[in-house]
């Protein structure tokens, strides 16, 4: 029967229809190429923006580099990997090899057991993870070390655009800043729309599957 990676569940929503029909616009071999290696130069600026801020202000959080393996299962599966894997390293220095069922589970020797149904992989050594709640508590730490104020478990209403906009709280409670920076997750779209902006996001849920040294993704 049908076992689909990626589900989806249809909402008579306007903005769930608008995300669909931009989604179905990006689903060319065209757009999957493009949007990925403009995912790829994003990576790799989070990336150093993460490593120069840890280094600035001495972050203290659970990181490590344990590396990722892309397992594939099918040749042609396999195939379209290597040639994206191919097309990366043209536009940017990917550190990612491709491996031979043999040498994967020289990686990661738990896929001993499935060694036969692996028709290849993709290894990413400096594959980097890092416990978010951490990271953030000192992020916090730091602003407080450093003189700012942080204020914490406070339910954000909305936003009132301008030249020095206000984030209102369902209280009545207002700030002013500069600048604000929106990073709420699936709650992006409606406080936006409160300063008369689309976001085009919606929630999605995935799993994967992590190892101790190693995390593992199949296709």
């Not at 280094?55 to 099918?74: D, E, I, M, N, V």
């Not at 390293?89 to 491996?99: D, I, T, W, Y």
Request: with cysteine; aromatic share 6%; net charge positive.
């Amino acid at each position: 029967g049908l076992d689909p990676a990626f589900r989806l569940h249809p909402q008579i929503d306007p903005d769930f229809v608008r995300w669909g029909l931009a989604f179905l616009r990006n689903t060319s071999a065209d757009a999957f190429t493009r949007n990925t290696l403009a995912g790829l130069e994003l990576a790799f600026q989070s990336r150093d923006a993460l490593h120069a801020l840890t280094a600035r202000h001495a972050l203290r959080f659970t990181q490590s580099t344990p590396g990722k393996l892309h397992l594939y299962r099918t040749a042609a599966s396999f195939g379209a990997a290597r040639a994206l894997s191919a097309t990366k390293a043209q536009v940017a220095p990917v550190n990612q090899h491709v491996l031979t069922p043999d040498e994967a589970v020289a990686v990661e020797p738990m896929l001993e057991a499935v060694r036969g149904a692996i028709v290849g992989a993709l290894h990413t050594p400096d594959e980097e993870v890092g416990a978010p709640y951490q990271f953030c508590a000192a992020v916090r730490d730091a602003l407080i070390d450093h003189g700012h104020h942080v204020v914490a478990d406070v339910e954000i209403d909305r936003i009132e655009p301008g030249a020095a906009p206000r984030a209102v709280a369902v209280t009545g409670e207002r700030w002013q800043a500069d600048r604000l920076i929106l990073c709420t997750g699936a709650q992006s779209p409606r406080l936006a729309r409160t300063m008369g902006i689309r976001l085009p996001i919606q929630p999605v849920k995935g799993y994967s599957m992590g190892m101790k040294k190693k995390l593992l993704l199949a296709a």
